[in-house]
């Protein structure tokens, strides 16, 4: 089993852990159908389109 030689040190934990903090939020892109947020490479939640098609159908 794999157990650590030498105790991590505050240091070298608190780095490990610091990316937490510098990621980026999601992009967020304009549906050219309805106009709404949505993510990039998503079907819009709102109107349920995707590359110009109907996805999905939207319950209204």
């Known amino acids: 089993m794999g157990v650590p030689k030498r105790r991590t040190s505050k240091a070298r934990k608190n780095k490990r852990r610091s ?17 709404q947020l ?14 110009g098609r109907e996805a999905i159908q939207v319950a209204e």
């Open 19 to 35: 990316i937490w903090g510098q990621m980026a939020a999601p992009t967020l892109v304009e549906c050219p159908q309805c106009h």
């Open 38 to 51: 949505k993510l990039n490479h998503r079907v819009c939640p709102k109107c349920g389109y995707y590359k």
